[in-house]
């Protein structure tokens, strides 16, 4: 059995659970009964989502939708096209001003006592301020959108993450989460998953308080979970994400860094 550890960033993430002790509906007869039930429902850890937010995918666009803090909504109109988008951004600022300049002030006064990169500019970047991204496929015109975690996962050494959709959740998403599994020893980066939209022509919630993904251990399976709130994180997990990503000016060149130091490695 191992632990998994989770180093919250954004300090209004909700904090992952161990799946076994979320409470779902579910048949009744599966939780008497079907242990093979039980047993995928009760894997790992379900995470969610840093905020809550709306889409609505058609032919035509996808649409995005938040609440912001002065109870008004505030929209996008996302064209779906032959060309290929990665920078369709939901900000932490777009929801609430008041809360992003809270973090950014917490943000930029740890980042200040470090080392950075003379082309970034501490007190004008906006350090985790994206929730959520949107990509557009050029091929296919498919949509996917890739929603942050809000922190920093990390496994006992030569372990790895396997993300997936929680299973035996029972409710209509609307999205699937896409599988992924990670060598938390080696990737340093922003954590996030990624979800393609299910419904079309329907408004789909994303809930902040509904498991978004459930996380298992491979090999070993997660046997424990330990949270660390923002106030408590160190200076080096804080650190880790932005070395590892901003401040590395090869970080978006092909096949992408993490793919990279895998290949390098074998």
């Given amino acids: 059995m191992t632990s998994l550890r989770f180093h919250q960033i954004y300090p209004h993430q909700k904090m992952p659970v161990l799946a076994k002790d979320f409470q779902v509906v579910a048949p009744k007869r599966a939780e008497l009964f079907c242990h093979p039930f039980k047993e995928a429902k009760n894997a ?12 609505k995918l ?14 008004n909504f505030k929209l996008w109109d996302i064209s779906i096209t032959d060309e290929s988008s990665n920078n369709n951004f ?16 917490q943000y930029r006064q740890r980042i200040a006592k470090e080392k950075v990169p ?22 296919s015109q498919q949509v996917f959108l890739q929603i942050w975690l809000g922190g920093v996962l990390e496994t006992e050494q030569s372990e790895s993450i396997f993300i997936k ?13 896409l599988d992924g599994i ?8 922003w954590m996030a998953v990624v979800i393609k939209p299910t419904d079309k022509e329907c408004w789909v919630k994303v809930s902040s308080e509904q498991p978004l993904c459930q996380i298992i251990g491979i090999p070993t399976p997660i046997s424990s979970l330990e949270t660390f709130s923002a106030e408590n994180v160190e200076t080096d997990i804080f650190m ?19 793919q990279r130091e895998l290949l390098e490695k074998r």
Avoid at 119 to 139: A, C, P, Q, R, T
Avoid at 182 to 189: F, L, R
């Fill in 44 to 55: 790992g850890c379900y995470f969610f989502s840093p905020i809550d937010f709306e889409f």
């Fill in 58 to 71: 058609s032919e035509q666009q996808l649409q995005l939708r938040v609440k912001k803090d002065d109870g």
């Fill in 90 to 105: 939901i900000l932490l600022s777009d929801i609430s001003e008041q809360k992003s300049n809270a973090c950014l002030s």
């Fill in 118 to 139: 003379d082309f970034i500019n501490v007190d004008s970047f906006g350090f985790y301020e994206v929730m959520v991204n949107v990509f557009l496929e050029k091929d």
């Fill in 165 to 177: 959709h929680p299973s035996n959740v029972l409710s209509d998403s609307g999205f699937i989460c």
């Fill in 182 to 189: 990670i060598d938390s020893s080696k990737w340093k980066g």
């Fill in 240 to 258: 880790k994400p932005i070395q590892w990503h901003l401040f590395d000016e090869t970080y978006n060149r092909k096949p992408g860094k993490y």
